[in-house]
């Protein structure tokens, strides 16, 4: 009778454990959903992507070439068994283009292997919550749907949101092929 109090004791203390683990790791979710970003800096420009969004973080390598491509479109890089499309956002954005110098990552932009694509960012500035950051104001600007929210550091650095759903579903974005022309 004894032992069976035990393990009735035990199971229910494992019970209450794996509650409690299974709400800190949804409250963390949460947080994370709301507040969690990657800071990027990609030319003069400091983006954040939302890390339910955004893939993982790796080491630079050349991507191969495809021909008929964009130009900001880079090329082909193999992650893990997975091909990845390779982008340079700021010549997509139609700034200079990137440089994948010492310190250069590549960026996955999706979790879904479907409609994964990578950006080359050749500096990641780290996590950034929303509670460090202002609200600034930003200049609207047409056709770019994935342009999200502007904020601003306690330095003075104004960060703007990409919102990555929209990127992937932009046809600009979509059309990587061009013509013989």
Known sequence: MNEQRTNLTS???L??????LARRLQEARAKSSTEGFLGVQIGEH???LSLTE??????YQPPARVPLTQPW???LVNARGNLLGVIDFGLFCGEAPTGSGSGAKIVVLS???????AIVVP???GLRSLSDLQPAEAAVEEGRPWLGRAWRDVHGT???ELDVRQLLADPAFLQVGRSRA
């Open 111 to 117: 979790k879904d292997p479907q409609r994964a694509c």
């Open 11 to 13: 199971r229910q203390r």
């Open 46 to 48: 400091h983006w954040l």
């Open 54 to 59: 955004t893939g993982e973080v790796l080491d």
């Open 73 to 75: 479109y880079l090329g």
């Open 15 to 20: 019970h209450e454990y794996q509650a409690m």
């Open 123 to 125: 500096r990641v500035a």
């Open 158 to 160: 104004q960060w703007r």
